[in-house]
């Protein structure tokens, strides 16, 4: 099958299942949510560190937290089969245009999230797996930083001026908390 054709049925993909969605924009800071989920790639066999950092950080504030990864190979390494605390899928979870439907992915779409944060930073082969998460959950609100034709993002952080993913996390923790608390905007108008 011809790649066009493939793109064809992922544009497709993801345009009926986001037709079927209802979803209720709204900004929300880490005061006021109350489920955040974390999409990321994981590079290198790795799950990011910032992954655990972020989950650490949003149960310290009592934010229940999920997070799922997409690992570019065909089978799970076997580091990552003995997390908990995090979901990974594979390209054996794909069907034939690239559209996951592990049980794990699923799950992670039932969910209605507060805040949806996008990880994933990779401009040039940003992967479809995850553009189909984060086109297709039911969030209040989207953070990324990679922009592509008709991302779903309500926030987009410049992931290009930081130089790498900690400090895009940071950057993410700072926007999220100064939204809806007027305390941080009169600091911000101060300086």
Known sequence: MSEGMRNWFRRYAIASRKKRLV??????????????GIAFKVEQGVVPPEVFSMQSFLRKKNVRCSAIGYCDSKTLPDELKNISSV???????????????????NKFLQETYDIVVDLCRDTEGYPYPLK????????????????????????????????????????????????????AALEFVDD
């Open 23 to 36: 979803r209720i924009k709204r900004f929300h800071s880490f005061d006021t949510a109350k489920t955040v």
């Open 87 to 105: 979901e990974v899928f594979t390209r054996q979870d794909l069907n034939w245009y690239g559209r996951p439907v592990a049980e794990n992915v």
């Open 132 to 183: 189909y998460i984060v086109s297709t959950v039911q969030a209040s609100m989207i953070i990324g930083g990679v922009l592509y034709p008709r991302c779903p993002y309500d926030l987009i952080v410049d992931a290009q001026q930081v130089c790498d993913t900690s400090g895009y996390v940071e950057q993410v923790r700072h926007y999220i908390s100064i939204i809806n608390n007027p305390s």
